[in-house]
């Protein structure tokens, strides 16, 4: 079976410091990944996805960006976090094959910047 | 490009009552359809999907949605509603091909005794 891991699971980070989220898929090859972003009392935001190793799509210009350096690993970074970065990052993942299926989402990660 | 509305942001209902969540989408063909549920501090999971043949869909935890074309909504339904149904629900629909979820904002269920 598949399963989604998001590490950490909770951070708290000063303004302008680096920021690195990781997310990992076992059980199954060549997926889909999408990262989002719940703010407090939001519904989700989409911030990027890959369809496959070194491909990344960005939906919103922001101060993150985004790496898949390995078929199964999706890595969410900032070089200089701000205040509005914080929220709960969501990492999902969807059989590719080229065409929409479902997605199935990881625990998520709490970021605080202070 | 597809689009979802719940126009619902905040339901209460008692335990034991049943329950509907709205939504509505905008798409030109047949869309894949999704209800998901959130609990606090937690993941997305998918309670149940539409892609195609049987409208009315059964999901896990006892819940159901019905897909409308005419009306262009995918209704969630549960017949009684338990405290640990509190939750936020999303509902999300696909476009046919390869391309990301389009979610709605979604709609808290408070329940109460």
């Known amino acids: 079976s598949q399963t989604i891991h998001q590490w950490p699971a909770t951070l708290v980070q000063p303004v302008g410091s680096p920021l690195s989220l990781e997310c990992t898929v076992e059980g199954t090859s060549n997926p889909n990944l999408y990262w989002y972003r719940q703010a407090a009392g939001r519904g989700l935001q989409l911030l990027f996805y890959s369809v496959g190793i070194g491909q990344i799509s960005s939906e919103v210009p922001q101060n993150l960006s985004a790496s898949r350096p390995q078929d199964r690993q999706f890595i969410l970074s900032s070089k200089k976090l701000l205040l509005s970065d914080s929220g709960f990052y969501l990492c999902?993942?969807?059989?590719?094959?080229?065409?929409?299926?479902?997605?199935?989402f990881g625990p998520g990660t709490r970021l605080t910047v202070l | 490009a597809q689009s979802v509305t719940q126009p619902d942001i905040h339901i209460t209902v008692s335990e034991g009552a049943s329950l509907e969540l709205r939504c509505n989408y905008s798409?030109?063909?047949?869309?894949?359809l999704f209800w998901y549920v959130q609990s606090p501090g937690q993941g997305l999971q998918l309670l149940l999907k539409?892609?195609?043949?049987?409208?009315l869909v059964q999901g896990i935890k006892g819940f159901e949605a019905e897909f409308k074309r005419s009306q262009s909504s995918f209704n969630l339904r549960k017949p009684s509603v338990h405290w640990s149904d509190a939750a936020e629900y999303f509902c999300?629909?696909?476009?046919?091909?390869?391309?990301?979820?389009?979610f709605g904002k979604g709609t808290r269920l408070s329940v109460i005794a």
């Open positions: 798409y030109g063909a047949t869309p894949y």
């Open positions: 539409y892609f195609s043949g049987d409208t």
């Open positions: 999300a629909v696909g476009a046919r091909g390869n391309t990301p979820l389009v």
């Open positions: 999902a993942w969807e059989r590719g094959q080229g065409r929409t299926d479902t997605q199935y």
